[in-house]
């Protein structure tokens, strides 16, 4: 089993920068593809990008393409998410996720087995 645990979300300015980072432990021998997803309040949650095993691969949501980046460093063990010219419609509760496949990056949240707790960003106007 793969533990997750996010840290880093806060408050921030329309415009302004955040990193989330996912601290992974437990079965981290076998690296997957992993991923963030976002719950906005009062929607569903929604992918926002994944990486592959390898972190060879990316994949975002349309609309984060450009403004967010997602990192992975296997030998530390850690997932990151740096957030670069924030929007209100940025806010949301951000997790963390650990697919159970090295193929494709999925971006349905019903593929991926492990998940963090979840952290907050809240993006003012």
């Known amino acids: 089993q793969v533990r997750l645990v996010e840290s880093g979300g806060g408050l921030a300015q329309a415009g302004g920068s955040l990193r989330l980072s996912c601290a992974i432990s437990g079965r981290t021998e076998f690296s997957y593809n992993m991923a963030w997803f976002r719950r906005p309040p009062g929607k569903e949650r929604e992918f926002v990008a994944g990486?592959?095993?390898?972190?060879?691969?990316?994949s975002y949501r349309e609309s984060v393409k450009g403004r967010f980046t997602i990192l992975r460093d296997n030998a530390d063990n850690r997932l990151d998410l740096q957030m670069n010219s924030l929007k209100p419609e940025d806010t949301a509760v951000y997790y963390c996720?650990?697919?159970?496949?090295?193929?494709?990056?999925?971006?349905?949240?019903?593929?991926?087995?492990?998940w963090g707790q979840g952290t907050q960003v809240t993006v003012s106007s």
């Open positions: 996720a650990a697919d159970r496949t090295r193929a494709a990056i999925r971006t349905s949240s019903r593929n991926y087995m492990s």
């Open positions: 990486i592959s095993w390898s972190g060879g691969s990316t």
